[in-house]
């Protein structure tokens, strides 16, 4: 039975994502990514994020949330391009041994989005979104999977190199990740520098980088424009990432496997 077949009715609380603050998708608003992301675990179906009645589910297939997929918004706006309809489950989850760090790419959305990198012993809060295969075809073409020179590679993290506990304690045996194919940015140090959010890191890429500043204007306001309206420009800023020296290697390449997703198609202004 569907999970949202099973969902009592809420007649009280408005779970609306507007009401909730959730509604917000960085596709529309690239200075807002990676998005408002729930308290809690919840059901998103439609409009509204609902209770789950459970954490697992074996019929579909886990996939951790480092960015803007933990933004019911975001999910929602990825879902309606296609027309899917069907509910995806997102689960608060204590996740050990990687980090979120800076994608060495500019999307043509418009911002820089997040990528994961192996670090050992760090504990973060994220999400495990649970899709089904239809969903899971969508996600894939966002971030450009399917593509032989996609940004985004689909891995699997297995337990216990990396530790993912659910919000009741129950361990999964791994999940799901999307590694960036140009690697992660770094800020000076051999290390992957982290994500600090969309108007702070842009912010500092245009003050330090010179080049930079050329091609996409001196304000972050000015760099999403124009990065959304031109993905040749993207491409060069994606370029100018690795002549500058600033991309590294995220140490979660060794989890990429050849994959084969099914796909309705790769969105015009997917990532």
């Known amino acids: 039975m569907e999970e949202h077949a099973k969902q009592p009715r809420h007649d009280g609380p408005d ?32 409009d509204r994020l609902l209770p789950l009645i459970r954490l697992v589910h074996e019929d579909r297939t886990p996939v951790l949330a480092v960015g803007s997929n933990a933004c019911p918004g975001q999910l929602r706006h990825k879902m309606a391009q296609f027309g899917i309809t069907s509910p995806v489950p997102m689960v608060k989850a204590r996740v050990t041994g990687i980090d979120v760090g800076v994608s060495a790419h500019v999307s043509r959305l418009g911002y820089v989005s997040a990528s994961p990198f192996d670090a050992p012993g760090v504990v973060r809060e994220l999400f495990v979104i649970w899709l089904d295969a239809e969903q899971l075809a969508v996600v894939d073409a966002s971030e450009g999977v399917p593509l032989p020179h996609g940004n985004f590679a689909r891995a699997w993290l297995p337990a216990p190199e990396v530790r993912i ?11 799901y990740v999307y590694v960036n194919r140009h690697g992660v940015l770094h800020n000076g140090s051999p290390a992957p520098r982290t994500h600090p959010g969309q108007r702070a890191l842009l912010t500092e890429l245009l003050v330090t980088l010179p080049r930079l500043r050329k091609l996409f204007g001196t304000t972050p306001a000015e760099f999403c424009a124009r990065a959304r309206a031109d993905r040749r420009l993207c491409e060069r800023g994606t370029r100018l990432f690795a002549e500058e020296q600033l991309a590294t290697a995220s140490g979660l390449e060794r989890y990429v496997r050849a994959q084969q997703p099914g796909s309705p198609g790769t969105p015009a202004n997917g990532k």
């Open 15 to 46: 779970r609306t994502l507007e009401a909730l603050g959730l509604a917000e998708a960085p596709r529309e608003r690239p200075l807002s990514y990676p998005g408002a992301w729930p308290q809690m675990s919840g059901l998103l179906d439609g």
């Open 165 to 175: 506990e659910l919000e009741n304690g129950e361990p999964l045996p791994g999940a």
